[in-house]
């Protein structure tokens, strides 16, 4: 009877999903460009009380590090060694790795330069930007996850 009561008790707890841990923004920080052109993206990460996001760089054998990458297909390029991030704190031994790791608590924002080639076509487009990122919280890590970010931008010619 009482693992019964257990397993009811589990089915009504809410999952802990990625989107509800940390919940990303990203804006152009102008909404025109020219062709040819760099529009600087600016990517906010809101996270919940007592998670961790994990940064950019990260050891080896540590969390998945926080990634900025583009929809496969997608006609744009992210200028990846000039994106800039916040300064990280660092868990000397994390619990849950057993390594040095780097993180943010509560809030983070990034500068991610995204390049437009000369030949798009003037008019309204759509940066397909997919950020990958990994959380832990005191008791819990979640997997790995991809959050697809769509950031309009209008392209002049």
């Not at 009811?8 to 460009?33: H, M, Y």
């Not at 054998?61 to 000039?82: C, H, M, Q, S, Y």
């Not at 790995?144 to 931008?153: G, S, W, Y």
Request: aromatic share 8%.
């Amino acid at each position: 009877m009482l693992h019964l009561v257990l397993l009811l008790a589990l089915a009504f707890v809410p999952a802990q999903r990625p989107t509800d841990i940390v919940k990303w923004a990203a804006t152009p920080s102008a909404p025109e460009l020219e062709a040819g052109g760099v529009v600087q993206i600016s990517v906010s990460a809101s996270i919940k009380a007592g998670w961790k996001l994990y940064a950019i760089d990260q050891p080896a054998g540590g969390p998945v590090p926080l990634t900025f990458d583009l929809a496969d297909g997608a006609r744009f390029a992210i200028e990846v060694k000039e994106i800039v991030a916040p300064k990280a704190k660092v868990q000397k031994q994390d619990a849950n790795f057993a390594v040095d790791t780097k993180y943010y608590e509560q809030e983070a924002r990034f500068t991610v330069p995204v390049s437009v080639p000369r030949t798009t076509a003037a008019g309204r487009h759509t940066i397909p930007l997919e950020v990958t990122f990994q959380a832990c919280g005191a008791e819990l890590c979640l997997r790995p996850f991809t959050e697809k970010l769509a950031v309009p931008i209008t392209v002049r010619r």
